[in-house]
């Protein structure tokens, strides 16, 4: 008896040669709109829809496929005697195989200017209710969503070699491609910013050769269109495949770097920046950032937001790095650290992102979503708290020590001086043991500095840390009820304090 299959898509790859292959498996072919004539130009005979149906595709192609005739073909089950009998009845034919994938509404929204109409013109409603029909029956029908998939199913159909569990596992891939096709529709369509359901969709980039550590499995998925910076849509120009610890150091160094208008070189450790220098030139910009902690960044990654040109890739080639970002590289560059093979070099946009996302996170059972911290000093006023305003020098470095704290695990301290972090706290479970880290760190460089703290000061102990090891202004929150102690110490030791009312814990 000949099969029925029902083909109908907007991604035609691999479209003829499908088709040939069914017909010489003897299955009946039917379709609609410009699939039907992509197979008649292959030479394959295909019937319309509408000879199925019995009813003309209406309202510009809207309506075509959702008829009786085409679900009852789908979702009638064949073990079961009323359901075939009903067939029979109302003279409808079984459809054994669907090969159908969807408007593009992915591509629609990805176009400059798109309108609103244009994109509700592409959600797609009779291939989603083909695909969902015929994953329902997958013990009878054989469903195709991905094109990838042809050549597989025509080896599987020979001699009826197709298995349950085979035509189970391209049903599930429908139902995976279905939620995600509605999850951007509805991400699209959504103004709230937290809605009763909260839907996210993501496209796998590779798996990974495991997690944070080698017992634990991986993989890396990216946001189907997401504009701006982002490691998913990183090329890489050279070294070994990127780890998951790569990815999440690499997307440290990115976030910071892109606080930075003039040129910027950062290097971070196990998630926090160790050195970040501001330069006139790229050169002088990483040799800041490698000052900054000269041992820390051995092993780490580096992020630059201009071209790397000759000078600072023979500076970073004297050291041992992972990674390498940049938004280019010369030749010149490529040609001087290509030398090390496992040197992983990667090309970002550093276009920041225009619209604001949310930050996730999970945990067990659940998942936290807020806005991403786009705080800065543009948004607050800030507040001189003590006796001595700071100089423009000191507000100058204040400046890039808030703007790196942020991105600094908490309880976070910064310590800072002309355009280079010179000490960096992180992590710590009080606030003047992160101080005393950035502070031993900074060393006799500390003389003349600025310090950044992420939250406020409970206790005047982190000031009178500062103040002995001549740091000369401190920018941090204020909100403590214990204020003035702070404000009190700062005025003791002619230390400018100012308050930004704004925090920036990252957990």
Not at 35 to 48: D, L, N
Not at 111 to 133: C, H, Q, Y
Not at 372 to 397: I, K, N, W, Y
Request: charged share 25%; proline share 4%.
């Amino acid at each position: 008896m000949k099969k029925r299959a029902l083909l109908s898509v907007s991604d035609k790859t691999g479209l003829a040669e499908f088709a040939k292959n069914l017909h010489e498996l003897d299955y009946e072919l039917v379709s609609t709109g410009g699939t039907k004539r992509a197979i008649e130009e292959a030479g394959v005979p295909v019937m319309s829809i509408s000879e199925v149906t019995e009813f003309p595709e209406i309202m510009d192609g809207r309506v075509k496929t959702l008829h009786p005739s085409v679900h009852g073909g789908l979702l009638a089950k064949r073990s079961n005697e009323s359901h075939m009998s009903q067939l029979e009845e109302l003279g409808i034919e079984t459809i054994d195989l669907v090969a159908v994938n969807l408007y593009p509404f992915k591509n629609t929204i990805a176009k400059e200017g798109v309108t609103e109409a244009e994109a509700i013109e592409n959600i797609d409603i009779g291939g989603p209710t083909m695909l969902r029909s015929a994953a329902k029956s997958f013990e009878d029908v054989t469903v195709v969503v991905d094109p990838a998939d042809y050549e597989k199913v025509v080896e599987g159909l020979k001699n009826d070699q197709l298995t349950s569990e085979e035509r189970r596992q391209l049903a599930a891939k429908v139902f995976r491609h279905t939620a995600n096709y509605d999850a951007m529709i509805a991400e699209y369509l959504t103004e709230e910013p937290y809605p009763e359901t909260y839907t996210v969709t993501y496209e796998k980039v590779q798996s990974l050769r495991y997690g944070e550590n080698p017992h634990q499995t991986a993989s890396f998925y990216k946001k189907a269109n997401f504009s701006g910076a982002s490691l998913a849509s990183a090329e890489q120009l050279n070294g070994k495949e990127l780890s998951y610890n790569n990815i999440q150091d690499a997307n440290a160094a990115l976030e910071v770097v892109l606080e930075f208008s003039k040129p910027a070189a950062v290097a971070v450790k196990h998630m926090n920046p160790c050195g970040t220098g501001v330069g006139e030139t790229l050169f002088d910009a990483y040799s800041k950032a490698y000052e900054g902690d000269p041992i820390s960044i051995f092993g780490g990654i580096v992020a630059l937001n201009r071209e790397v040109d000759a000078d600072t890739a023979a500076k970073m080639k004297e050291i041992f790095l992972e990674i390498i970002i940049a938004p280019s590289f010369s030749q010149e560059a490529l040609d001087i650290l290509t030398t090390k093979k496992n040197l992983r070099l990667l090309t970002v946009d550093m276009k920041r992102p225009e619209a604001q996302t949310h930050k996730l996170t999970s945990v067990h059972g659940g998942l936290l979503v807020q806005d991403t911290d786009e705080g800065s000093l543009h948004d607050v006023e800030l507040e001189v708290a003590t006796d001595r305003e700071p100089t423009d020098q000191e507000m100058h470095d204040m400046q890039l020590a808030w703007q790196v704290v942020k991105h600094v695990k908490s309880n976070a301290i910064v310590v800072a001086k002309n355009d280079r972090t010179l000490g960096v706290g992180a992590g710590q479970m009080n606030r003047v043991g992160a101080a005393k880290i950035a502070l031993d760190q900074a060393g006799a460089q500390a003389q003349g500095s600025v310090m950044a703290s992420d939250a406020f000061f409970p206790m005047p102990d982190t000031v009178e840390a500062a103040a002995e090891a001549g740091v000369k202004a401190i920018i941090q929150p204020g909100g403590s009820k214990r204020d003035q102690d702070s404000i009190d110490a700062c005025n003791k030791h002619g230390v400018a304090m100012v308050f930004t009312r704004m925090r920036h814990f990252k957990h």
